[in-house]
């Protein structure tokens, strides 16, 4: 299990599915930043970023889950990501019925387990309203069962969630894509 030890010149991981535990990322690029990375790398932050991860992906594991991906501008050459970005593969009827957001409200205190956009919140110089995992951790992690995602592909053709997260929103380019592994 390894992350690439560079980005690409567009300043993505390489394509690809790269699996990785969350000490191998600690370890990485995404955390470390390249050989000489910018003097404005902020590996505090992105430290900070992956113990949150931890705690959310632990609460996945807990209940199940075991495909877990993350990318987002936190696995591209940016000094100061604003989150970590991700999805995870579950049922859809355990989706749908809530039991999904129930059982890890369960084992989340800040209870911040939706994806029910009138909970969303607005955050000092953000156009977006944010999640409420965005606001206690700065990461989301979106439930995946192979539904749409609402963008095309270069010929126009509608992307799954988990084929939209392997293409740069940016340039249509295939872009790498870390796969949590425990």
Known sequence: MTVPNKFTTNG????????ATLADIRASILVKGEESPSPD??????????????????????????????????VENKDHPNDIDGYFDCDFMKFASGQLETELNLLDPHKIWTW???????????????????????????????????????????LNFAQAFRISRTNNLPKGIIELVR
């Open 116 to 158: 029910d956009p009138k909970e969303r919140r607005h955050y000092r110089g953000y156009a977006k309203a944010q999640l409420p995992m965005w606001h206690q951790y700065r990461v989301e992690l979106w439930p995946n069962f192979g539904q749409p995602f609402g963008i095309k592909d270069t010929a126009g053709n509608s």
């Open 12 to 19: 993505a991981l390489p394509a690809g599915d790269h699996k």
């Open 41 to 74: 790398w902020d590996r505090d932050w992105r430290a900070h970023c992956v113990d949150n991860l931890e705690i959310m992906a632990g609460q996945l594991w807990q209940i199940g889950i075991t495909k877990i991906f993350i990318n987002g501008s936190f």
